[in-house]
């Protein structure tokens, strides 16, 4: 069971003055981003309403939950209550810092959202809630008239989510209704996050993301303009070679010689699934059932923001990860069945097997991108990721 977090507040005024810590305080959700509790909680036991801008430190060897965590967030005024005083400046610009993250910057968000919906004709009734922010994304919940609207703000490298929102089909995805610089304003999905799904639901969202597959397979150049990444296979190479060579000094030896032969091999991998049948096309790249959002009713795909260009099977190692045996077994042979629908004549079964150390190659590259781009407090969340997926990429390669 999830340690609850032990969290610290240094607290700044919006034109950045660090004033001091509150008192650390418990908060049982465990999850270091999601910061609706830890602004709950310095409203309840502090009477101080805060805006979290980012993560200060937290322990490395608690994956993202429980733990003493500190952040930084911002008041509008000094709090009543006495402060510790804090040894440095946490709130000085740093290279990566993210919009969002600098004070005053989820204050130019939510004016940024609140003339978007003036322009729709619904405006908020009552104040936004901070649910989550941490070095992928900002998010807040917006009531309105007409139901609640989510504002997510995300980095540079995600920059090309409110793009491809903007052209998939709205009945599959989140109904966007504003977006510019890496904010994206979006109708509520009624539901909730689908991890605990049955079967019959996961089979039915795998044909909800192969339909959008099947349809962009010819049009990957628009795909390209719009911004997304390009895992397709000379690029993929290239980047996979890279992240490899960049990890070798935390890597055993054993490890480093199985990604070596992995490396050697990759084009005639690539070619080998290619020629299974199954063209390049849009790539969610976080494909899991948390990733979805609904009922029995609708179902509706979240979260594009790590979606690029490359072969469609990459999403299915992230999807079955975490399910039965019986479950993945089930979800793998629907995955094929629709794919041979949908392209009679290709070996979607023998792709599948061809792709799994490809797909955590994918994986690795992807945490080293966010390591090169984010912030060195935030390097937390992800500082492990490379290197366990490289370790996976090489134990699934085979002899």
Not at 21 to 46: K, S, T
Not at 151 to 164: C, N, Q, S
Not at 304 to 322: I, K, M, S
């Amino acid at each position: 069971m999830s340690k609850p977090r032990t969290v610290t507040l240094v607290l700044c005024l919006p034109g950045g003055r660090v004033l001091g810590a509150l008192p650390a305080f418990p908060v049982a959700v465990p999850w270091w981003p999601d910061v609706a509790a830890v602004v709950a909680g310095a409203l309840e036991r502090y009477g101080t309403d805060v805006t979290v801008l980012r993560l200060l430190s937290a322990d490395v060897g608690q994956m993202m939950q429980g733990g003493p965590v500190t952040y930084l967030a911002q008041v509008g005024t000094a709090p009543s209550h006495p402060l510790q005083a804090w040894p440095d400046d946490p709130a000085a610009d740093a290279p990566h810092r993210l919009s969002y993250a600098r004070p005053g910057g989820p204050d130019a968000d939510l004016a940024w959202a609140d003339d978007a919906l003036a322009g729709l004709g619904r405006r908020r009734t009552a104040p936004a809630e901070q649910m989550r922010t941490w070095n992928l994304s900002s998010i807040w919940r917006l009531p309105t008239a007409q139901g609640p609207v989510w504002l997510k703000v995300v980095p540079p490298f995600f920059a090309h989510e409110g793009a491809i929102l903007a052209v998939l089909d709205p009945a599959v995805v989140p109904r966007l209704l504003a977006t510019a610089d890496g904010r994206m304003l979006m109708d509520d999905v009624p539901g909730a996050d689908q991890y605990d799904a049955p079967v019959a639901l996961l089979l039915r969202m795998v044909g909800l993301l192969v339909d959008l597959q099947a349809a962009w397979a010819g049009r990957v150049g628009e795909l390209i303009e719009l911004g997304l990444p390009d895992w397709r296979a000379a690029r993929f190479t290239v980047l996979a070679g890279d992240t490899v060579r960049r990890s070798a000094t935390q890597l055993d030896r054993a490890t480093l010689s199985r990604l070596d032969v992995l490396l050697n091999r990759l084009p005639a991998r690539l070619a080998a699934i290619a020629a299974c049948g199954l063209a390049d096309t849009l790539v969610h790249g976080d494909f899991h059932p948390g990733n979805v959002h609904g009922s029995d009713e609708a179902l509706v795909l979240l979260d594009w923001g790590d979606c690029g260009v490359g072969h469609p099977l990459l999403d299915q190692a992230a999807f079955t990860g975490r399910l039965t045996d019986s479950a993945r077994a089930e979800v793998r042979t629907e995955w094929a069945r629709l794919w041979r629908a949908a392209v009679p004549g290709s070996e979607p079964e023998r792709a599948a097997v061809l792709i799994e150390p490809v797909a955590a190659l994918r994986q690795a590259l992807i945490y080293q991108h966010f390591l090169d781009n984010i912030e060195e407090d935030e390097q937390v969340y992800h500082v492990h990721d490379p290197v366990a997926w490289l370790q996976r990429a090489g134990a699934r390669a085979g002899p």
